[in-house]
Every structure is written in C-alpha cells, then in structure tokens.
C-alpha cells in the first residue's frame, strides 16, 4: 500500500509540474453542463456534402438544445438527457430507434442504458424491438423494476406493462440502412466494412444541484447474429455516472469497450485521484485539463487492443469534454458559462468550457 501511494504521488507530481492545473474556481450560481454524442466513426469532410453536414449540425444542434432547456429552467440531469436522447432515436441520421441499422435477419434491435449519479441507480434494456424509444424503457427498468437490465420478450413485456409506444418494423427501418447489409451480405463484408461511423447516440449532463446522469442508446452493429449485444446497455462499459467523479457515454467497437469498461474507468480514475489529492496536504491534481488526460489515456487503451470509438464526460466540477480516436464523432456541448458548439470532426477546436 504504500508502496502504492508513493508511486501515485510521483505521478500526480508528474502531471502537475508538466501541464500547470489551476484550482477550480468558485462560482456563487450553481453551474450546469451537458454533452451529446451521435457516434464516432470515419467521418471526413470529403465524405459529406455541404446539405448533409448542415443537417447532422442542425440535427445535433436541436437535441443539444433541448437538454439545455431542461437545465437552464433548473430541471434533472436525468430530464435533459432522456430529452437530448429521444430527439436522436426518432432522427433517421442516428443509428438508434428510427434509423438503426439492420441485424443479419433484417430486423432491428435495440440497446439502451441509463445512469444516475446521485445513488448510482441504473437501468438498461437489451435486444429489444418495436419500441420507440429504448431510453424511456432504460429508465423505466431503473424507476420501476427491482433490476438493472432486461432482455428480450422479457423487456418487451415490461414495456408493454409500463405503456411505452411502440412502432411496426417498417417505422424504423431507412434504405441506406438497408443497402449496407445487403452490401455486407452480398460482397462479405465486416460490420466495420460497412458501419464507417458507429452512430449509437447518448447524453451526459450536470443539473444546478450537482447531480450527473449519463444515457446511452444503439441500433448495434450492421448485420449483427445471434443476439449479439455491444457496450451500451452495459452499466459501466457504455454509460457510468458517479456525483462523486462524472458521467460518461460512449460509442464505438462495443466489444472493446466491454473489455476495458470505459466508462466506469474514466470515473473510478478521476475519483481515485481526487480522493487521493482531499488527504494529500498541499497536492493538488485536479481541475481543468486533467479529466482530459485520465479519459484520453482510457481511450489509448481502447485502441491499443485494436478498438475504437469515443466518449462524451462531464464531471462534477462542470466540465465538458470529448475523447475519441476516430477522424470525427458527432457531437455538441453547452454549459451555464455560456458555451454552445456542435462539431463533427477531430480537428475542430474545442475551445475551454470554463
């Protein structure tokens, strides 16, 4: 153990002689933030045309602005992410409700998870199909079931206990998304042949009484068998939120988010740091710029095993952040201090949020 501690401070001493870390200032206003992601992939400026990148902007811009509302009116974290959410899973640009790609039968299923950092109460639903809205049933799981995730018909009658709306097959189904898996089938190709960008959606957000929430929502994977089931239902792999550190969601290779546990790493680092610095007299780690480095070095390892992807994370401080290893993700962010920006590729600034 101490062995350990000694190590840790080294390190911790490390970072803060390398990259300076102001102390977080104090603000009298409580302070909100929210991030959203609409997947991370190979996605190029030569790859769109003007029309379809004013769109996804637009698209992004609305479900950003939707949470934002929540928060400003002092609304839940939970609130404004379900809000962001909902508008992605009815939008044909997302790979999540309306939109999903196929499975390898032509049908779709649906993933989606949700996280409240105020007790670390979750709730998920996997392979489901016809419902409209996954993250509603996530929720649901979480508010009025004794469990974390459900499955299948088994999520499916509970959604219809609850009274979720649901959508006959033909509602969610596009012709782009089509003509990827007969292309898959037809040239046998790989998912990641086809799926040049992983268009899973979620949300991440800070409410004026500092609490966090994360959400996260997918169609999976073109052409995916046999009940196949990536990171985002997964409580820790795909979504994480801890008042005590952040709220993470991510998109990308879920098997490889699954094995690194993303989301939850992200958190237990940036918490076992500040836990460390609150009992180490004149140490001081954390603020602004140091969550980047933790996620960042979370995704390396994503991507050292041979995956990609990215994350979206806010923390209990009020930051907002991205962290991806692809050439764009769809993203966008907006906090009380008055940012406001959608992006969509891996060189556009992301100017402070403080």
Not at 184 to 199: E, H, N, Q, R, T
Not at 292 to 306: E, T, Y
């Amino acid at each position: 153990m101490m062995l350990f501690r000694s190590l840790a401070a080294a390190a911790l001493i490390v970072v803060t002689t390398v990259l300076p870390l102001p102390a977080l200032a104090q603000d009298d206003e409580p302070r909100w933030s929210i991030a959203i992601h609409g997947g991370a992939g190979t996605i190029r400026r030569e790859d769109m045309t003007p029309e379809r990148e004013a769109a996804y902007r637009a698209a992004l811009q609305q479900a950003l602005d939707a949470g934002t509302r929540i928060l400003e009116e002092g609304g839940s974290a939970l609130d404004a992410i379900e809000a962001a959410i909902l508008l992605m899973e009815d939008d044909p640009k997302f790979n999540a409700g309306r939109g999903a790609v196929y499975t390898w039968e032509g049908a779709h299923e649906f993933d989606a998870s949700i996280m409240d950092g105020r007790d670390r109460d979750a709730g998920a639903v996997a392979g489901v199909t016809g419902i409209r809205h996954p993250i509603l049933l996530a929720r649901k799981v979480m508010t009025d079931s004794p469990h974390v995730m459900l499955a299948g018909q088994g999520a499916e009658q509970f959604a219809a206990e609850q009274g979720l709306e649901t959508m006959p097959p033909e509602w969610f189904g596009t012709e782009a998304r089509r003509e990827a898996l007969e292309r898959m089938k037809a040239d046998k190709l790989s998912a990641l042949d086809v799926d040049i960008k992983f268009g899973t959606v979620g949300a991440v957000a800070l409410d004026r009484d500092g609490n966090m929430a994360a959400g996260t929502s997918t169609g999976g994977m073109t052409g995916k068998r046999w009940g196949r089931i990536g990171d985002a239902p997964v409580i820790g792999a795909g979504t994480y939120a801890d008042n005590r550190s952040c709220a993470v969601s991510a998109t990308g290779w879920g098997e490889y988010f699954i094995r690194v546990g993303v989301a939850k790493s992200i958190c237990e680092r940036l918490l076992m740091v500040r836990n460390f610095e609150s009992t180490s007299a004149g140490l001081r780690a954390t603020g602004p710029g140091f969550a980047q480095i933790l996620a960042d070095s979370v995704m390396d390892d994503v991507k050292r095993l041979g995956g990609d992807g990215g994350i979206i994370l806010v923390t209990a401080a009020g930051e907002t952040l991205y962290s991806f290893n692809t050439a764009g993700m769809y993203r966008g962010r907006a906090t009380s201090a008055g940012v406001s920006e959608v992006a969509i590729y891996a060189d556009e600034e992301q100017p402070s949020d403080r």
